[in-house]
């Protein structure tokens, strides 16, 4: 089964930056959309970004639109969150995502994805 393993996060001040990864093994990684979504203490899991298969294509939500950049290795089997120009707002668990039937319209849907990492905590003080 596919497993998805995020390391990259921790503590950082505001307009700081970190680079998260996400490490896929057990399937075939450039068949699967791959997507990074947030989740902070007592909401609800949210989209930030996705990228299609070959990361031609790349969706943001809008508020971490000119700050973030996702990326993926295919050769490496691995997907990347840049995170620049750090706020205080962004502070979250973040998890990434692959789904092997999301397509680039349904990038932002969280119940298209199949599989999903263990969470890495990123705090950015202020």
């Known amino acids: 089964q596919v497993q998805l393993i995020e390391s990259g996060g921790g503590l950082v001040q505001a307009g700081g930056s970190l680079r998260l990864s996400c490490a896929f093994s057990g399937g075939t990684f450039s068949n699967y959309i791959m997507g990074w979504f947030l989740q902070a203490p007592g909401k609800e899991r949210e989209f930030v970004a996705a990228t299609s298969w070959s990361g031609g294509y790349r969706l943001y939500t809008d508020s971490v639109k000119g700050r973030f950049t996702i990326s993926r290795d295919n050769a490496k089997t691995t997907v990347f969150l840049q995170m620049n120009s750090l706020k205080p707002e962004d502070t979250a668990v973040y998890y990434c995502?692959?789904?092997?039937?999301?397509?680039?319209?349904?990038?932002?849907?969280?119940?298209?994805?199949?599989?999903w990492g263990q969470g890495t905590q990123v705090t950015v003080s202020s």
């Open positions: 995502a692959a789904g092997a039937k999301v397509t680039t319209t349904t990038m932002k849907i969280l119940r298209q994805y199949d599989y």
